[in-house]
């Protein structure tokens, strides 16, 4: 298959699953201010997977450019990161619905994780069909260095959401956004 079918496929349904949850979005029970606060949680649950979901792709489309081959490892594994994304609509409407409920919170925390695990475990089949391309292992192996603390953030927010404060999954994925966002700058800044 062509890198270029890849990443076109990607985009297709990484675009379909981000307008997906716009429209899980819930309208006030009224035209009023106050009617919009009572929605606070779903537009916050709304934003952080809209931009987590974004920042997944300007991260992937980054490494693409680079790319030269891939092989069914890569494929299989995009595949996978896919499957896993499209559960991030459904997983976003149950904790709007029920945002401080930790059974929510912890089936988004586990999409968010298996994501962020499949997406380290795809920069790494990277390498194999691209042994020769010396800038994009070096980028692919930049980036898991930084997917490690992500992950730990994320494991932590779940751990800490299940048996303290349900949100703190969904304010962890914040963090762990805000934590990768830094970290790119500080590789850009120094290449």
Not at 32 to 55: E, I, K
Request: proline share 4%.
């Amino acid at each position: 298959m062509n890198k270029d079918r890849l990443i076109a496929f990607t985009d297709a349904i990484l675009a379909i699953i981000m307008t997906i949850l716009v429209l899980e979005l819930d309208k006030p029970a009224a035209p009023s201010v106050s009617a919009f606060w009572d929605l606070r949680t779903s537009f916050f649950s709304y934003a952080l997977s809209f931009f987590w979901l974004g920042s997944l792709w300007v991260g992937l489309n980054s490494i693409w450019e680079q790319v030269r081959r891939i092989d069914s490892t890569v494929i299989w594994l995009n595949l996978l990161l896919l499957f896993l994304a499209s559960l991030i609509p459904y997983a976003t409407s149950l904790c709007s619905d029920y945002f401080y409920d930790p059974v929510m919170q912890g089936f988004y925390g586990i999409v968010v994780i298996a994501m962020t695990v499949c997406n380290y475990f795809l920069h790494k089949a990277l390498d194999r069909p691209n042994a020769d391309a010396e800038n994009l292992l070096q980028a692919t192996a930049a980036y898991r260095k930084i997917l490690i603390p992500d992950i730990l953030i994320k494991v932590t927010g779940l751990i800490l959401s299940l048996l303290i404060y349900p949100p703190l999954m969904m304010y962890s994925v914040l963090i762990a956004a805000v934590y990768i966002l830094t970290m790119k700058h500080i590789q850009e800044k120094r290449a």
